[in-house]
């Protein structure tokens, strides 16, 4: 599995968070550590570390992570999952087991968005509905049956500029996505789901 933690913060240092990814995912993982950064000799940049030790940093501004992501492409299988995940390390355990729950149901790409209470798994759900729950969020989560199937929606959404709020976001690859029918599933709060 290709997994990208963002942002994962000064807790979790690169061997640390790889041997903590692997005890709670329980695969075998390459991990990106993402970061965002405004250094002071420019514009807010990303920092992309692997667990290989190498490192890529990007010289202008990214518009979306969907961007910084597809830097990945020499160091990620494209036949592999992805995931990517953007949750405080206390709920990675939670958002595995969702996934450990929805991966079999064939779905191509599955979210988990934080929260606390009852949860479902919803799969195959109206599109536009999926759209209103992401509508500016990013989810904890966000796995992908290929790291392939990310990187193509990633390009199309980049070549037509398809931007959300000026960003290319997961709303961006989402919109993407329903035009090539996968299959998506969700895990939210009964309620969120409800609204949706």
């Known amino acids: 599995m290709n997994l990208i933690v963002l942002n994962p913060g000064d807790v979790h240092r690169d061997a640390a968070l790889v041997e903590t990814l692997v005890g709670t995912t329980h695969y075998p993982l390459r991990v990106c550590r993402m970061t965002q950064a405004v250094g002071p000799d420019g514009p807010p940049h990303w920092t992309l570390t692997f667990s290989d030790d190498s490192t890529i940093r990007t ?15 020499d160091h990620f299988e494209a036949a592999d999952e992805l995931t990517i995940l953007n949750a405080d390390s206390t709920l990675w355990p939670t958002h595995f087991e969702r996934l450990a729950d929805a991966r079999t149901e064939g779905i191509d790409v599955f979210l988990s968005f934080e929260g606390d209470g009852p949860s479902k798994l919803v799969l195959e759900p109206d599109h536009a ?27 199309q959404v980049i070549r037509k500029d ?32 409800a609204a949706a």
């Open 59 to 73: 010289q202008i501004e990214p518009e979306g992570m969907l961007c910084a992501t597809l830097l990945t492409t």
């Open 129 to 155: 509905s999926v759209l209103r729950l992401a509508h500016g969020r990013t989810p904890g989560m966000a796995w992908y049956r290929s790291t392939r199937l990310f990187y193509e929606s990633a390009q």
């Open 162 to 193: 398809a931007r959300w709020n000026g960003q290319y976001t997961i709303d961006c690859l989402l919109r993407q996505l329903a035009l090539h029918d996968a299959r998506i599933g969700f895990h939210a709060r009964c309620n969120e789901a």
